[in-house]
């Protein structure tokens, strides 16, 4: 899919999700930091990212932060699925404006980057753009229709522009709030996973792969699920180095009693995928991080260690607490609670890329773990173009 070696070494990726009205993956901001603008091409830029891109994949929007970049992007042939998004003084002049007419009528969509209060009142957005709207202290508008908006820091907030106003899209989540929510006891399971689990157990060509893929859409289902197999039922405490290892000695028809067991327990509230699904998108990406060709089990363990090390957010917990009622090997142990071992690095890069607000730190990131920027970068990009079919019932290797 990736064709360019020097444009994915000269800049910093890094992602930050945009979430619908039904609170799924609708979009993926893509910052496009130019680490080092000289070898920046916007024609190689663009075929690295748009080369083959799934027609299942999320929206890509390209905020790319160097004006002589963006420039050069608008005059390429458009990339399927990919959107443009252009600060909101480039539509204020006669001139830049022009520019991108031409971009749209090329075929290039664009996303205007402004303020609320910039666009109070406007019917129709210049060069058929959307817009990405930042909220400042005004109340939420009715209508936001086909609209996206950032700076949501409240679910209230998040509700009424999704809900009410119908906006396309929120730019992030507000996790925290939403967590919060919930700080008087752990969450459960996710509902919508947990039938998703017990509809694939009753086809009888469900893979255990298949199986694998949607346990591990639910952090919290998967801690449970490894408590469950290393309980004195289960033969006491041993090493369990993938959660496929756990799925394959609990079985098809133990697991399906045992979720149908916590049924009345699971959590209904939408809110909470977005929060789940993030912790999801970082660990697949610590999982892609891994050399091409990692053998399956080495790859489920990366996967378990990155889920794991963000399970504290979820069950009000400390880290070391969760961590030592599971048997769990030195490898998950060092890089969760030491940030140190083999799969630390693994998970410092991909942290560093799901932060939009510290892009610039993923250059010295990558550079101390000897990790490059375009092993980096093409995980990124490997990670999103699946981001919506890692689930989907196939039988071949971990995605």
Not at 171 to 182: E, F, I
Request: proline content about 6%; charged content about 20%; aromatic content about 4%.
């Amino acid at each position: 899919m990736l064709t360019s070696h020097t444009v994915l070494d000269s800049i910093a990726l890094g992602y930050e999700p945009v979430w619908n009205r039904a609170r799924e993956l609708a979009a993926v901001r893509l910052g496009v930091r130019a680490v080092h603008p000289e070898s920046v091409d916007a024609a190689h830029l663009m075929q690295a990212l748009g080369d083959d891109w799934p027609a299942t994949a999320p929206v890509l929007i390209l905020s790319i932060d160097s004006p002589r970049v963006l420039q050069q992007a608008l005059v390429c042939p458009p990339v399927h699925n990919t959107w443009l998004e252009v600060p909101a003084s480039q539509f204020e002049h006669p001139e830049t404006l022009a520019r991108l007419n031409a971009a749209a009528q090329r075929g290039h969509r664009l996303l205007r980057h402004t303020d609320l209060a910039a666009v109070r009142g406007e019917v129709v957005a210049p060069a058929d753009a959307r817009n990405l709207l930042r909220l400042g202290a005004e109340p939420v508008p009715a209508g936001l229709m086909g609209q996206l908006v950032e700076g949501v820091t409240t679910q209230a907030v998040a509700r009424q522009c999704l809900d009410d106003a119908n906006a396309w899209g929120l730019l992030g989540w507000p996790d925290a709030d939403v967590l919060h929510a919930h700080r008087h006891q752990p969450l459960n399971h996710d509902a919508s996973v947990v039938k998703q689990i017990l509809m694939a157990i009753g086809d009888e060509d469900c893979s255990i792969e298949h199986l694998e893929r949607l346990v591990r859409q639910d952090p919290v289902l998967v801690y449970r699920i490894l408590l469950l197999v290393n309980s004195a039922a289960f033969g006491g405490r041993h090493e369990i180095g993938s959660l496929r290892h756990a799925l394959m000695m609990l079985g098809f028809k133990e697991l399906g009693r045992w979720l149908s067991e916590q049924m009345h327990s699971n959590d209904p509230d939408p809110d909470l995928h977005p929060v789940r699904y993030s912790m999801v998108m970082r660990s697949r990406l610590a999982q892609h991080l891994l050399a091409t060709g990692s053998e399956d089990n080495l790859r489920g363990e990366v996967y378990t260690t990155a889920l794991l090390s963000q399970l504290d957010r979820l069950l009000h917990q400390p880290l070391a607490e969760l961590l030592n009622r599971l048997p769990l090997s030195g490898r998950v142990f060092d890089a969760v609670l030491r940030r140190d071992g083999p799969y630390h690095p693994l998970l410092d890069v991909a942290r560093a890329q799901g932060d939009p607000g510290q892009l610039h730190r993923l250059p010295s990131v990558c550079q101390r773990h000897d990790i490059s920027l375009e092993h980096a970068n093409r995980a990124l990009i490997r990670m999103l173009a699946t981001s919506r079919d890692h689930a989907s019932p196939r039988s071949e290797r971990m995605m």
